[in-house]
């Protein structure tokens, strides 16, 4: 499974930004996820998503601000970003579990793809 992130950028604090992971067709089987990794921090658990759709999970700091979603007709997931912070200020990674039902942690994922850039001022 190959994986690609976009769609970071600089936004204002208060602002919404969404982000992109293609995927490769197998990913459809795949539990997927969103980790980020602020500057000289561990990378950290985002949000996860099951193969269909149905059972979704948030890391407690961004619940009620983002949203995790996928298409598997066009194998991609998104993630919906509002009330951004500065905290939110990361590279953001989307990962493939092995999976149907992925976890919170990162070494439950075994395919990562490449990061985006989130960064958002005050």
């Known amino acids: 499974v190959q994986l690609q992130a976009s769609g970071g950028g600089l936004v204002q604090a208060g602002g919404s930004l969404r982000l992109t992971c293609e995927a490769g067709?197998?990913?459809?089987?795949?539990?997927l996820g969103w980790f980020r990794q602020a500057p000289g921090k561990e990378r950290e658990f985002v949000a996860a998503?099951?193969?269909?759709?149905?059972?979704?999970n948030y890391q407690d700091s961004v619940k009620g601000r983002f949203t995790v979603s996928r298409d598997n007709v066009k194998n991609t997931m998104y993630l919906q970003m509002s009330s951004l912070k500065p905290e939110d200020t990361a590279v953001y990674y989307c990962?493939?579990?092995?999976?149907?039902?992925?976890?919170?942690?990162?070494?439950?994922?075994?395919?990562w793809g490449q990061g985006t850039l989130v960064t958002v001022s005050s």
């Open positions: 998503i099951s193969w269909n759709g149905r059972y979704t």
């Open positions: 990962a493939a579990s092995l999976k149907a039902v992925a976890g919170t942690g990162a070494d439950g994922y075994r395919y």
């Open positions: 067709r197998t990913s459809s089987n795949n539990g």
